[in-house]
């Protein structure tokens, strides 16, 4: 259901500020969610104002060091720090993206740092994937054949069919655009969002899978799939330049030739 | 952990507007404010039913502030279905749905539809 404002126990109040010492032209703001599940408060957003003298170009970066410098108490998933991770993945100024491929030099003014949208908080900028992970789980995410294997190799593919899989085995799962996309807010529960349509798309499309006619019957249902009204915040948003978009519209199309 | 109860993170209130959600909900506003406008037409038939007397008391309301700022409202947002709904059709279809694209045909669409709401207006 559409319900635009937050609930009681999740509005957001306003936080603590904290100030690092040193050089004072070369400093950035930072206004970021807090959240801690250990005490009874709202969420609130705390103010770092930030000497980036000595941190690296990328807000992850800056993330890093008001957690070393400023406040340990900050808590945020972070891994790989070149974008093919995922675990960054929040909202920063304003748009989901990886806080270890965005650069603190784009934007102007305080940067403003959210976990991803609509999504229940662990803590701080910590969000439950399990309700995701689940509905990835139900598009049965793996190779499903029905003829035999063969002993002596693998099951092949033309260099032509393995070109079908590009734009799609890329994804890192960051959830980025399921948690830009507005119907997904309002029907997260049901509808499957633009990160898990196109992983069904990405095994639709393999020509080594058998199973394309149980997927795409699965999949055809009012919710599952067509709560995608074309909005485009996904593909708009995607860290990794991907088009879920038209994963999703590929879906439908094939699901049209089949009836 | 002691806190079961998860807030849910903001949303509406923090993502960026955008051209892409933009003109989605807006396709939706005119979509319903045709609903409405289409009832002000059935008003206008059934005052010329009624007879003349009804049919001022229509004219009077039509010529009010309330009632230009209403069809303003109308022939623009219907403009702007038309053309939008178009868009829609050629995503279903297939295209367009590269992010240059999809603004170039966003943009494309606003312009039709200022040109064609003004031209109706004037009219």
Aim: aromatic share 12%; glycine share 6%; hydrophobic share 35%.
């Amino acid at each position: 259901m559409v319900e635009l404002l937050l609930p009681k126990n999740s509005k957001v109040k306003n936080g603590k500020n904290f100030k690092s010492k040193g050089n004072n032209k070369n400093r950035k703001k930072f206004l970021i969610y807090r959240y801690d599940p250990d005490s009874n408060d709202n969420p609130r957003v705390d103010n770092y104002d930030l000497d980036i003298s000595n941190s690296g170009p990328m807000v992850l970066d800056a993330l890093i060091s008001i957690k070393n410098k400023l406040d340990p108490t900050l808590t945020f998933r972070r891994s790989c720090r070149e974008g093919v991770c995922g675990s960054c993945a929040m909202n920063i100024d304003g748009t989901n993206t990886l806080a270890c491929t965005k650069y603190i030099s784009d934007v102007k003014g305080p940067i403003k740092v959210y976990p991803l949208p609509h999504m229940p908080v662990i803590k701080d900028l910590v969000p439950d994937l399990k309700g995701i992970y689940k509905q990835y789980n139900s598009i049965e995410p793996w190779l499903k054949t029905k003829t035999a294997n063969n002993e002596d190799r693998e099951r092949i593919q033309s260099p032509k069919d393995r070109e079908d899989l590009d734009g799609l085995y890329e994804c890192i799962m960051c959830f980025c655009c399921s948690t830009s996309c507005p119907s997904y807010w309002w029907n997260g529960d049901k509808y499957l969002g633009p990160a898990v349509l196109l992983q069904a798309w990405r095994w639709i499309a393999d020509s080594r899978d058998e199973a394309s006619e149980e997927r795409l019957e699965k999949l055809q249902d009012s919710f599952k799939l067509y709560r995608c009204h074309t909005i485009m915040n996904c593909t708009k948003t995607c860290p990794k330049g991907l088009n879920p978009a038209k994963a999703i519209s590929n879906i439908k199309k094939k699901i049209l030739a089949r009836n | 952990m002691k806190n079961k109860n998860r807030p849910l993170s903001p949303h509406l209130s923090i993502y960026k507007p955008q051209i892409t959600s933009i003109l989605s909900i807006s396709h939706r506003i005119s979509g319903v404010f045709q609903s409405l406008g289409l009832l002000i037409i059935i008003i206008l038939l059934l005052s010329l039913l009624l007879g003349e007397n009804y049919h001022k008391y229509y004219m009077s309301f039509i010529e009010s502030y309330l009632g230009k700022l209403f069809i303003f409202f109308y022939i623009f947002s219907l403009s702007y279905h038309m053309f939008n709904g178009i868009r829609h059709i050629l995503w279903d279809l297939g295209f367009g749905f590269e992010m240059k694209n999809v603004y170039y045909s966003g943009y494309t669409i606003i312009f039709l539809t200022l040109i064609l709401g003004t031209f109706l207006l004037i009219n």
